[in-house]
C-alpha cells in the first residue's frame, strides 16, 4: 500500500514480531501516533519514525530484531533525520545495552511504557536516545479506546490477525505472568501479572461492536488467573475469568468470543462449563501442555500431570463435543531423554490435537532452565521436532478432512476478487473460491465443507435441497 505523503507529515512504520499482545500494543502506539499527526507507511525508508516492537521468547525470535535492526542502521544513514524506537520484549530485557550495541537507536521502549509514547518521543526531540524499561508490580493497564480507523496490519508471518481483519479484535485483559515456568522470559519481559479493570474491558469490546467488529478475542498471557491480582492489591469484588466472560459474552453484537492463553493447572470446573453455557464462546481452545512428560513437566514447574491434562481434555469434550483443541510443544527441554520425547508423542496421539506451535527450546538469559546442566544436543532437537510436526501435520489434515460433507457457519473475513475468506467457530480458516458471491466482512455464511487440506477448509455456499 503506497501513501501519498504530505511533506509536513511524519511518516511512521512499526513492525511487529511475537505474539498477540504485541500486535494489539502496536496497535495501540498506531493509534496513538494517527491522533497526533503521523501516517502510516509499509515502506521503512520513507518513514520519520520507526518502531521495532520486539519479541524475546526464543532465541530465533531475537536475532531477527537484531537483524532489522541492522538494515535501519543502513536506511537511518539514507535518512538521518529518522528515529528508531525499540520497543516490547527485548527492549525491556536490553534496555540500554540495545543502545550500546547500536547507537543509531533513539528510544528503548519498556513493555510498560508504549502508552506514554508521545511523552518520550518529545523527550527524544529534546534530550537525545532514551531508555525507559521501568516495571511496576503495582502497575495498572492504562483505559485506552480504539478506533478501528488506525488499524489494520498484518503479523510477522503475514498470517491474517484480527488486526487485519476487520471483524476481529483482541482486547487485552490483563498483561504480566507470576507463573515461572523455568524456560519462559515472560514473567521478566512482562511483569507481575495484574488485571485490568473490567469496566474497562467492557467499554472497550462496546466499543469495536459499535464499530461493527463480530468477534471479540480476550487476551493475557494466563487469562485463568484474571481478576487474581490486579494494580492495586486484591479486587474490591473478587471476580474469575469465567465471571468476565459471562460478561463480554453478553455485550449486545459480540458474535463470537474466544480467548487466549490458558495454564491447565488454573482450568476449572468453571471454566470448562463455559464451553456448554456460553452460546456465542466458540467452540476452540488452546491449551499449551509443553510436554508429554510428567519429570520434564515437573523440571519446566509446569505443576500439573498428563493425567490431569488428559482429565481436563476428557472433561472439555464431554461439555464441548465439537470442541477443536491446539496446543505448545517445546522438544528438547534439558535433561528430555527419548522416552520423554515418546511420551509427547504419545499424548498427541491420545488428543489428536487440531493443531500446535512446537518449538525447540531455546536458552533465555535469566530463566531458570538456562542454568540447567543437562543441555540436549541441537541435533537431537531438530530430529524430535521434525519427528512431532511431520506427525501433527498429518493428524491436522485427517482432523480436517472430518469436516468434509458438514455445514459450517463461516464468518467472512476477507473479500478478494477470486472468492470468499473466512473461519469457523472451531476457527478452521475456510475458502470460498465461487467469484460472483458477494458479502462483507463479518457476515454469517452457512458453508458445506468440499475439500481439507492441512491448514485450511474449502467449501461452497450451502444451498438447502
Ligand atoms: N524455548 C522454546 N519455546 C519456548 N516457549 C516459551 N519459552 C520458550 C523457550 N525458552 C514457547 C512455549 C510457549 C510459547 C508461547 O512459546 O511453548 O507456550
Ligand atoms: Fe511463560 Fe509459563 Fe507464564 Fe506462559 S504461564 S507466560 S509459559 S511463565
Redesign the pocket.
Known amino acids: 500500500m503506497e501513501n501519498t505523503v504530505n511533506m509536513a507529515q511524519k511518516v511512521f512504520y512499526i513492525k511487529t514480531f511475537g ?1 498477540q499482545m504485541n500486535e494489539r500494543d502496536s496497535e495501540i502506539m498506531a493509534q496513538t501516533l494517527s491522533s497526533f499527526g503521523y501516517i502510516e507507511s509499509m515502506n521503512y525508508q520513507e518513514a520519520d519514525l520507526v518502531i521495532v516492537n520486539t519479541c524475546s ?2 532465541a530465533k525470535a531475537e536475532q531477527k530484531v537484531l537483524s532489522l535492526l541492522g538494515y535501519l542502521r543502513k536506511a537511518k544513514k539514507n535518512k538521518p533525520s529518522m528515529k528508531i524506537c525499540v520497543a516490547g520484549c527485548v527492549a525491556q530485557q536490553e534496555g540500554a545495552r540495545i543502545i550500546e550495541r547500536m547507537p543509531h537507536v533513539d528510544l528503548v521502549l519498556g513493555t510498560q511504557q508504549i502508552y506514554n509514547l508521545e511523552k518520550h518521543l518529545q523527550r527524544v526531540d529534546l534530550e537525545g536516545s532514551i531508555v525507559i524499561t521501568d516495571l511496576h508490580d503495582k502497575y495498572q493497564i492504562p483505559q485506552f479506546l480504539p478506533e478501528i480507523s488506525s488499524l489494520g496490519r498484518t503479523s510477522e508471518n503475514n498470517q491474517p490477525s484480527p488486526s487485519s481483519r476487520p471483524c476481529s479484535r483482541f482486547v487485552t485483559i490483563m498483561q504480566g505472568c507470576n507463573n515461572y515456568c523455568t ?3 515472560v514473567p521478566y519481559t512482562r511483569g507481575r501479572e495484574v488485571s485490568r479493570r473490567i469496566a474497562d474491558i467492557v467499554d472497550e469490546v462496546k466499543i469495536l461492536v459499535a464499530e461493527g467488529v463480530r468477534e471479540i478475542t480476550l487476551l493475557g498471557q494466563n487469562v485463568n488467573s484474571y481478576g487474581k491480582t490486579n494494580a492495586v492489591g486484591e479486587p474490591e469484588v473478587p471476580i474469575t475469568f469465567t465471571d468476565l466472560l459471562k460478561v463480554v459474552s453478553r455485550i449486545e453484537g459480540v458474535t463470537r468470543l474466544r480467548f487466549t492463553t490458558s495454564n491447565p493447572k488454573d482450568l476449572t470446573d468453571e471454566l470448562m462449563c463455559s464451553f456448554r453455557d456460553i452460546a456465542n464462546l466458540c467452540p476452540q481452545f488452546h491449551l ?1 501442555v ?1 510436554s508429554g512428560s510428567d519429570r520434564v513437566l515437573a523440571k519446566m514447574n509446569r505443576k500439573y500431570t498428563i493425567s490431569e491434562y488428559l482429565q481436563k481434555v476428557d472433561t472439555l469434550h464431554e461439555y464441548c463435543p465439537e470442541i477443536a483443541l491446539t496446543t ?3 522438544v528438547g527441554f534439558p535433561g528430555e531423554d527419548d522416552e520423554d520425547f515418546e511420551e509427547t508423542m504419545t499424548l498427541l496421539e491420545k488428543v489428536r490435537f487440531h493443531g500446535s ?1 512446537s ?6 538469559s535469566g ?1 531458570r532452565a538456562s542454568a540447567f546442566l543437562d543441555k540436549v544436543d541441537e541435533g537431537v532437537k531438530v530430529a524430535r521436532l521434525r519427528r512431532f510436526q511431520g506427525r501433527q501435520d498429518e493428524i491436522s489434515l485427517e482432523r480436517n478432512r472430518e469436516y468434509i460433507g458438514t455445514v459450517k457457519e463461516v464468518m467472512i473475513e476477507e473479500c478478494a476478487p477470486n472468492g470468499l475468506r473466512g473461519r469457523t467457530d472451531t476457527n478452521h480458516i475456510v475458502h470460498l473460491n465461487d467469484c460472483s458471491v458477494k458479502s462483507v466482512p463479518g457476515e454469517i455464511i452457512a458453508t458445506k465443507i468440499l475439500r481439507a487440506g492441512q491448514h485450511s477448509l474449502q467449501g461452497e455456499i450451502y444451498k438447502k435441497d
Open positions: 505474539c521468547i526464543r524456560y519462559c522470559v499449551p509443553q505448545d510443544v517445546i506451535f518449538f525447540k527450546y531455546s536458552d533465555r530463566t
